[in-house]
């Protein structure tokens, strides 16, 4: 059937053969997923195959309630300047907490509590406030474990995240403002190091690593905490592939989880990995308009 059949009306006189609604259509010439969301999705099958289910991140914009006061990290504390955070001119402020638990929160950071001696300073509501970019997923974790502090029973939980985290940080080949977080958080009761290590280990052995190196670190909000190295056989190198964690009492216990429940966490880019296994050396390789700068 061509125009010139439909425009001198041929087409009427001649025989066709019946439409083949179910013929496949010319494949695409072109067209393929973003590597970072195709690590992305690699990551996703890791956690799905060891039993974790989804965090909802679809919210950018958190409190620094949530992003910060619920971790337990104190609002004199650097990261929470503007030069490190992204803070919201419009809507400025978030007003709405679970004002019982927010009293809890005030309470360990001012004067201590559940054993902790706090950090002993006039903490502000208004701090609290302030609406920001978040800074990590960790947030969103902080929410989800509050919310299953409000379950009538404690159930054991695996939860993981990947999504987009803002910094004010300075720009430079492997720094952009926002980044991919990936985090894993496991809430059980009794969990201690020796289970972060052997969930590490499970988790890092199906990215290809075998054999894992652990330093000290800290983290406001976890004690102890862990940097996680691995040797990269094709970078003939050891490098640092995470962060990880025990959350802190002085986090857990005003959300209302019970005393004997721990949680252990660990995080990751999805940006570094995705340099690495598609060889690139700037990040602007990865994302953004292809323009010679
Ligand atoms: C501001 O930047 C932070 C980011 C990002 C990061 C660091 C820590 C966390 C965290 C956490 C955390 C800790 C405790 C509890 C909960 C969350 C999340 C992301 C990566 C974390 N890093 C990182 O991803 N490195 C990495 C990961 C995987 C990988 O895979 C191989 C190729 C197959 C290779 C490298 C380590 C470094 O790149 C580091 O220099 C940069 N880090």
Redesign the pocket.
């Known amino acids: 059937l061509t125009s010139e059949m439909l425009l001198t009306g041929a087409w009427k006189t001649l025989q066709f053969k019946p439409y083949n609604f179910d013929a496949l259509g010319q494949p695409p010439e072109c067209g393929h997923l973003h590597p970072l969301l195709k690590v992305r999705s690699e990551f996703r099958e890791i956690f799905l195959e060891l039993g974790f289910t989804e965090m909802p991140t679809n919210q950018y914009i958190e409190s620094s309630f949530w992003n910060f006061d619920a971790l337990f990290q104190p609002q004199q504390h650097p990261a929470r300047d503007a030069h490190d955070t992204f803070f919201m001119a419009s809507p400025t402020v978030t007003t709405d907490f679970p004002m019982d638990y927010l009293e809890r929160v005030k309470k360990v950071h001012s004067t201590g509590g559940y054993g902790s001696q706090g950090y002993r300073y006039d903490w502000k509501i208004e701090e609290a406030q302030k609406n920001l970019l978040r800074t990590?997923t960790?947030a969103v974790?902080a929410r989800m474990l509050y919310k299953l502090a409000q379950q009538k029973e404690f159930v054991p939980q695996k939860y993981f995240s990947i999504d987009k985290v803002f910094?004010n940080?300075t720009l430079d080949a492997?720094?952009l403002a926002e980044?991919h977080?990936?985090?894993g958080?496991i809430a059980d009761r009794g969990l201690g190091l020796a289970d972060l290590i052997s969930v590490l280990d499970a988790f890092f052995k199906r990215?290809?690593?075998d054999k894992l190196q652990f330093k000290p670190a800290y983290?406001p909000?976890?004690e102890p905490?862990m940097e996680i190295f691995?040797y990269?056989n094709g970078l003939g190198k050891w490098?640092?592939?995470?962060?990880?964690?025990v959350?802190r009492p002085e986090m857990l216990l005003p959300m209302g989880l019970p005393d004997d429940v721990n949680v252990i966490?660990?995080?990751?880019?999805l940006e570094?990995?995705t340099m690495?296994?598609y060889g690139l050396n700037n990040i602007r390789d990865l994302v953004g308009p292809k323009v010679d700068l």
Request: overall charge neutral; hydrophobic content about 35%.
């Open positions: 990590h960790t974790s910094r940080e492997t720094h980044f977080q990936v985090e958080v990215l290809g690593f983290n909000y976890t905490s691995a990269h490098i640092e592939i995470g962060n990880s964690g959350f966490a660990w995080g990751l880019s570094r990995p690495i296994k």
